[in-house]
DNA sequence: TCTGGGGTCCTAGGACCC
DNA sequence: TCTGGGGTCCTAGGACCC
């Protein structure tokens, strides 16, 4: 048996927690550089707000309805997130981080008579210790506890619902709704005559795998109550990628370099950050797809590290090679990226045969690292960064990010004074 | 003017091995 | 006419998730 925990309009729900008076005002957030629709409050919902929607033409609505727009601030989300975590890991032993605003529970050493009403106390904790609403749906398996949560939030409007032997929920449920199934997925099971999740629950598991692939059959599996999917232990990544938007297109060569330089840094310290080092390094760019009237580029390249490394001097330095490489003047670039790949156990590290790099020097790089990361640790981050990374204050590449709210969780100066009389 | 970022898994096909 | 059987590794592409 399973819970899954789901924030309630997480982002949306964040913005509103230090921010009381817009309670019942229709809210939305919008994706890194004030792209597209990402969060939205129940009564932007309502108005007709759509995921993904991009904001330069929902402007009209937002203006007409009074909607408040909000930046991502993903400092502020990703604190909230952690508190709802703690909350969750010390109230119950196996729980699974499976998204920032969602957590498995294994619910298998408590009796099935108990399993509603631990989750509604549960419910009720994470609310009055983070003051973010959840629901938690329950069932045999993975996928059925999600469509639980699925039908307590758009069906019922309960904290939490129990699937377990309300099986006929089923047929409520549109196949596209089910945790697994796409948008391509959900067209072609329409195409086969396969329209709810009760339809999916009844065809042949190994025909649909034949059709479709193993994922196909778990979920059919598991829509039966045959759970096949277990609680996960959080595993370090396998690879880690950090790239963005520029906030305005680019064509010159040095600012790309000095955002390809900043990305490298935060992903450096991502991957420091779990303890791995990387072997492959990679570098993408290119022009926005959107815009038909500029010529379109796109281009990879990356290659293989002899010497796994976390430095980030090195990480940054073979990045802009790759850069050199790919970069071509003329075109008007909008995004840029790095990858590290084959990440490896820092302490598992094989050392190169005809490795030119000496003992000492590693050992300098290691301490120069730690340095970094401590100061940055205390004084925030970019306390102290690559000059690759640009000296200006004035950085065209930076996204924009005109409606974001104050770091309220997580930096000194912004915590909210409250004056009581 | 304006359209996010970061992941994982699976499959097919090609190259190669004995 | 007829052309083995069994395996690994890699890559690209497609699907999914939040």
Same mark, same amino acid.
């Given at each position: 048996?399973?819970?899954?925990?789901?924030?309630?309009?997480?982002?949306?729900?964040?913005?509103?927690?230090?921010?009381?008076?817009?309670?019942?005002?229709?809210i939305?957030?919008?994706?890194?550089?004030?792209?597209?629709?990402?969060?939205?409050?129940?009564?932007?919902?309502?108005?007709?707000?759509?995921?993904?929607?991009?904001y330069?033409?929902?402007?009209?609505l937002?203006?007409?309805?009074?909607?408040?727009?909000?930046?991502?601030?993903?400092a502020?989300?990703?604190?909230?997130s952690?508190?709802?975590?703690?909350?969750?890991?010390?109230?119950?032993?196996?729980?699974?981080?499976?998204?920032?605003?969602?957590?498995?529970?294994?619910?298998?050493?408590?009796?099935?008579s108990?399993?509603?009403?631990?989750?509604?106390?549960?419910?009720?904790?994470?609310?009055?210790y983070?003051?973010?609403?959840?629901?938690i749906?329950?069932?045999?398996?993975?996928?059925?506890?999600?469509?639980?949560?699925?039908?307590?939030?758009?069906?019922?409007?309960?904290?939490?619902?129990?699937?377990?032997?309300?099986?006929?929920?089923?047929?409520?449920?549109?196949?596209?709704?089910?945790?697994?199934?796409?948008?391509?997925?959900?067209?072609?099971?329409?195409?086969?005559?396969?329209?709810?999740?009760?339809?999916?629950?009844?065809?042949?598991?190994?025909?649909?795998?034949?059709?479709?692939?193993?994922?196909?059959?778990r979920?059919?599996l598991?829509?039966?109550? =045959? +759970?096949?999917?277990?609680?996960?232990?959080?595993?370090? $990544?396998?690879?880690?990628?950090? %790239? &963005? !938007?520029? *906030?305005?297109?680019?064509?010159?060569?040095?600012?790309?370099?000095e955002?390809?330089?900043?990305?490298?840094?935060?992903?450096?310290?991502?991957?420091?950050?779990?303890?791995?080092?990387?072997?492959? =390094? +990679?570098?993408?760019?290119?022009?926005?797809?959107?815009? $038909?009237?500029?010529?379109?580029? %796109? &281009? !990879?390249? *990356?290659?293989?590290l002899?010497n796994?490394?976390?430095?980030?001097?090195?990480?940054?330095?073979?990045?802009?090679?790759?850069?050199?490489?790919?970069y071509?003047?003329?075109?008007?670039y909008?995004?840029?990226?790095?990858m590290?790949?084959?990440?490896?156990?820092?302490?598992?590290?094989?050392?190169?045969l005809?490795?030119?790099?000496?003992?000492?020097?590693?050992?300098?790089?290691?301490?120069?690292?730690?340095?970094?990361?401590?100061?940055?640790?205390?004084?925030?981050?970019?306390?102290i960064?690559?000059?690759?990374?640009?000296?200006?204050?004035?950085?065209?590449?930076?996204?924009?990010?005109?409606?974001?709210s104050?770091?309220?969780?997580?930096?000194?100066?912004?915590?909210?004074?409250?004056?009581?009389?």
């Amino acid at each position: 048996m399973y819970a899954i925990v789901d924030a309630n309009n997480f982002y949306a729900s964040c913005e509103r927690l230090f921010n009381p008076t817009l309670a019942k005002t229709p809210i939305v957030v919008l994706s890194n550089n004030d792209g597209c629709v990402i969060a939205r409050s129940n009564e932007a919902k309502a108005l007709g707000l759509k995921m993904g929607d991009p904001y330069f033409q929902i402007k009209h609505l937002v203006n007409k309805h009074a909607i408040k727009v909000f930046s991502s601030n993903y400092a502020f989300y990703g604190d909230m997130s952690n508190r709802i975590m703690t909350v969750l890991e010390s109230n119950w032993p196996e729980t699974e981080v499976y998204s920032i605003d969602e957590a498995f529970l294994c619910l298998n050493s408590l009796p099935q008579s108990q399993h509603t009403f631990f989750c509604e106390q549960l419910q009720k904790k994470v609310r009055q210790y983070t003051g973010i609403p959840v629901s938690i749906g329950i069932g045999p398996s993975k996928t059925l506890a999600k469509l639980a949560n699925h039908v307590a939030k758009k069906q019922l409007k309960a904290p939490v619902f129990n699937i377990t032997s309300e099986r006929q929920w089923l047929q409520q449920i549109e196949v596209g709704d089910v945790w697994g199934i796409g948008r391509k997925w959900g067209q072609k099971l329409n195409r086969l005559g396969v329209y709810t999740a009760y339809d999916l629950s009844m065809v042949e598991a190994r025909t649909f795998k034949r059709k479709f692939n193993v994922i196909m059959e778990r979920t059919i599996l598991e829509l039966r109550g =045959i +759970s096949c999917i277990a609680i996960e232990k959080s595993e370090p $990544k396998k690879e880690i990628v950090s %790239s &963005k !938007s520029f *906030g305005q297109l680019q064509t010159e060569f040095n600012p790309i370099a000095e955002a390809l330089s900043s990305y490298a840094a935060r992903a450096v310290e991502k991957m420091r950050k779990q303890g791995s080092l990387a072997s492959t =390094i +990679s570098v993408f760019i290119r022009t926005n797809p959107f815009r $038909k009237d500029l010529p379109y580029y %796109s &281009k !990879s390249t *990356g290659f293989q590290l002899i010497n796994p490394t976390d430095d980030v001097r090195a990480i940054t330095k073979y990045a802009k090679m790759c850069l050199r490489q790919i970069y071509r003047q003329g075109y008007h670039y909008k995004k840029v990226g790095i990858m590290l790949g084959e990440l490896i156990n820092n302490t598992q590290c094989q050392f190169n045969l005809f490795d030119s790099q000496s003992d000492e020097d590693k050992e300098q790089s290691d301490k120069l690292m730690q340095v970094l990361t401590d100061i940055n640790h205390k004084f925030g981050r970019h306390a102290i960064h690559l000059a690759a990374e640009g000296v200006n204050r004035y950085q065209p590449w930076k996204m924009r990010s005109t409606f974001k709210s104050p770091h309220y969780t997580t930096n000194w100066h912004d915590i909210p004074v409250v004056y009581a009389n």
